[in-house]
């Protein structure tokens, strides 16, 4: 009986009028430390499918009754390099919200996060959606040159951030506590709101938000940004991080006072004998989208959007380089 209750939850592979769609993007090929983030995706579904309860005690609700929810799972991603993975992501994550759902991007290292915000930046102006970012890291390397000798350039785990300043994107930083001086000196330089963790009481979740200057925020959540206590299994771990039921709290008050376009999970690497950061991530993502399903700010029913489109139809990034 469990196993059919929890099977409400992700009920189909793919469905043309799903409300929410988990797209998985299996991809670690520019991993700098401990690599199997590629096969995150499939472990957090799995949890989706088999472990979490359908009802969601954060948001008093079953969230899967009231909203379609399906997957798609990529395919032949680790074989690309870099800039042919975000841009099969983009192609990918733009043809679901043409369909007005919500995407849930499922990582895979971080760099999976480009294609969304790529996709995005297509159908809405990037100036006027902050990136909000959970991370024990910045993100703001120009390249990976600095750390790997066979750098992939532009394009890494690493450099994520910096890639959606490009693209125009606002940016808020939670959780920082490993990051190159020169990454820090950018975001000061570019107006970034970084509330690193240093051990000493934690901000208010309602204080963090208030730093969100655009109504629309992407949310994207690299789980080495929960102290590993709770999420151990990832590529480049960092005592000190966000603790469990903050986190929850900090995610509930973004989706309570902001309209969310879109969210991500990355940067889980399962590990043997191990499925504590799996569960967790597969936990965070149903109550985002219980979070998201209570919301007064977004609707599922119409998309982020409300299936505008800007007229672009072409790589941003591409045309931010012919300039």
Known sequence: MAMMLNELIVPYKINASADVVLLGAPYDRTASYRRGCAKGPAAILLSLLHQIEPYDRWTDSVPAKSLTISYLMMSGLNRAMPHTMIS?????????????????????????????LQALALRHPASEITVFQIDAHLDLHDTDADYRADSYGKYAHSTVMRRACDLGYKCVSVGARAYAKEEMDLAR????????????????????VDAISTDSVYVTLDVDGIDPAYMPATGTPVQGGLEWYYTLELLREVFKKKKVVGADIVEVAPRPGDVATEYGAAQLCYSMIGFLNGSEKTSLKTGPFKGKNNGANENVLDKRRRR
């Open 88 to 116: 099969r992501v983009e192609r990918q994550y733009t043809a679901l919200i043409r369909k007005n759902a919500f995407v849930f991007l499922l990582g895979g290292e971080h760099t999976v996060t480009l294609g969304a």
């Open 189 to 208: 330089e570019k107006g970034i709101s970084v509330f690193e963790w240093k051990g000493h009481k934690a901000p208010t979740p309602s204080a963090i």
